[in-house]
């Protein structure tokens, strides 16, 4: 089969990035399904600062770094196969995030899902990006990776290489800028404001920081952090800690300390100190990255492993992830009567049906439909279980017939149904009442469940279909 060229952009609270890796579709050996494998990155940018103007994601000077990339790449723009641009930490909390968006597919393509603030995702493709292979190493040790950059430090804790929570927080290197070289202040985050006033620091914009000062407000990270970890909801719950927490983390297990990773721009200086490089100059990036890596490395909650299990792509951890894992394939078998229907683009997945020993009600079908027709472009039905008996199978795609007619599902939307089994075709055909109903539907299998909010569908390639889940809950 042909390579997949997939792209991962991410625009973050301080620093952007682009990879471009290839991927081909294989059958793996043990369970039968096709999957993506023997990926390469074939393009990396450099590091640059995100720009901002006036509070805003400077579009022009953004369009200008997306431009040199595609450049560098040597790759046309429009031949991606699929990938996602990702918008994270405070930047994804810009007035013209969606300007942001849209000047990425125009030049990119529609083979792009788009994505600003979604913390589980973030966390997910950060694990992916860094300790994967550490995880894999060791499948029965929980790892628990922390990815600490401008704007949020992002958790995920995974066995095996798979990712079981997640969890965020408000805390990182730029919610404080500096003028280099010095701690004068020439920008504060609205979380660094609620801070400084928490913390009695009399401090504003034009104001120079005390190393007492500078020490608090690391410690208080610090203790954020190490709470968060240690799921010290007696310390969470109350100010200042719970105004910074951006989504609860919930460990597996209270008798198991997992193995700490760190990735982002942070976990980067932890680990360059770690190796015995040269300490960077004073707010050498003009914010507080370098002093928060120095008290991170003297936690011992936070610091235990980082000498015995040191992960991959630091500061790039969230794009390697987005760009070598944020897509799947699936089976060559889907229900897809009209190729040319794909891509689709963000449809919610509005209902996960369960089929075990029986197929989901028809009561249950019908109102899960009932939500897909309320989307502007239809919607998505999840189907978890481990049943391919063909009754069941059966029985699943004539309640879906049954509640396609009640509810008279649109013609202009689209009804996608994701089923883990290689029976696409199957429920596809009675679902249409062998093509008679007149609705775009589409039945993609051989997908294991992301529980995710959000799917879109690539353009069909080599009898398989592109999938990227966003939104993870």
Same mark, same amino acid.
């Given at each position: 089969?042909?390579?997949? #060229? ?59 770094? #997306? ?127 609620? #801070? ?147 891509? #689709? ?129």
């Amino acid at each position: 089969m042909d390579q997949f #060229l997939l792209i991962g952009l991410d625009f973050g609270t301080t620093t952007s990035s682009a990879i471009i890796s290839q991927a081909q579709v294989l059958r793996n050996c043990s369970t039968g399904r096709f999957e993506l494998g023997r990926r390469s990155v074939v393009y990396r940018s450099m590091l640059t600062f995100t720009p901002f103007a006036n509070n805003l994601i400077d579009e022009q000077i953004l369009a200008g770094h #997306l431009d040199r990339w595609l450049r560098e790449s040597g790759v046309t723009p429009g031949t991606f196969t699929s990938g996602g641009v990702i918008i994270t930490g405070l930047a994804a909390q810009k007035a013209n995030v969606a300007a942001i968006e849209a000047l990425v597919k125009q030049r990119v393509g529609d083979a792009l899902f788009a994505v600003a603030e979604d913390p589980c995702l973030e966390s997910w493709l950060a694990f992916m990006g860094s300790c994967l292979a550490l995880s894999w190493a060791e499948p029965e040790a929980h790892f628990l990776n922390l990815d600490i950059g401008g704007g949020t430090t992002n958790l995920a804790i995974g066995i095996n290489g798979e990712v079981l929570r997640c969890g965020g927080l408000f805390a990182g290197a730029r919610h404080f800028q500096f003028v280099p070289g010095t701690y004068r202040i020439t920008a504060l985050s609205s979380y660094a404001v609620r #801070l400084l006033k928490d913390l009695d620091i009399d401090r504003s914009i034009g104001d120079t920081f005390s190393q007492d000062e500078v020490r608090n407000i690391v410690d208080f990270y610090a203790a954020l952090i190490e709470a968060t970890v240690c799921a010290d909801r007696s310390l969470l719950n109350q100010d200042p800690f719970r105004y910074h927490e951006q989504m609860p983390f919930v460990p597996l297990r209270d008798d198991v300390s997992p193995v700490i990773t760190l990735s982002g721009g942070v976990g980067e200086l932890v680990y360059n100190h770690i190796r015995g490089g040269p300490p960077p100059p004073t707010t050498a990036f003009g914010d507080l990255g370098i002093d928060l890596a120095r008290r991170l490395i003297q936690s011992p909650v936070l610091s235990q492993h980082l000498r015995t299990h040191v992960p991959m792509n630091f500061g790039h951890a969230t794009v390697y992830g987005l760009s070598l894992h944020g897509t799947e394939v699936s089976g060559t078998t889907p229900y897809l009567p009209d190729p040319g229907v794909l891509p #689709l683009r963000d449809l919610p997945i509005v209902a996960r049906l369960r089929m075990d020993a029986s197929a989901p009600s028809v009561e249950a079908v019908e109102q899960a439909v009932r939500m897909a027709a309320r989307g502007m472009r239809g919607g998505c039905i999840e189907i978890d279980g481990a049943s391919a008996d063909f009754g069941t199978v059966k029985k699943l795609g004539t309640n879906l017939a049954a509640a396609l007619r009640k509810t008279e599902f649109p013609a202009d939307r689209s009804m996608v149904l994701l089923v883990p089994q290689n029976v696409g075709k199957t429920v596809g055909s009675y679902a249409s009442d062998w093509g008679r109903l007149p609705v775009k539907l589409i039945v993609i299998d051989e997908l294991s469940s992301r529980n995710s909010r959000f799917v879109s569908l690539g353009a069909m390639r080599d009898n398989v279909v592109p999938v990227s889940f966003y939104g993870m809950q």
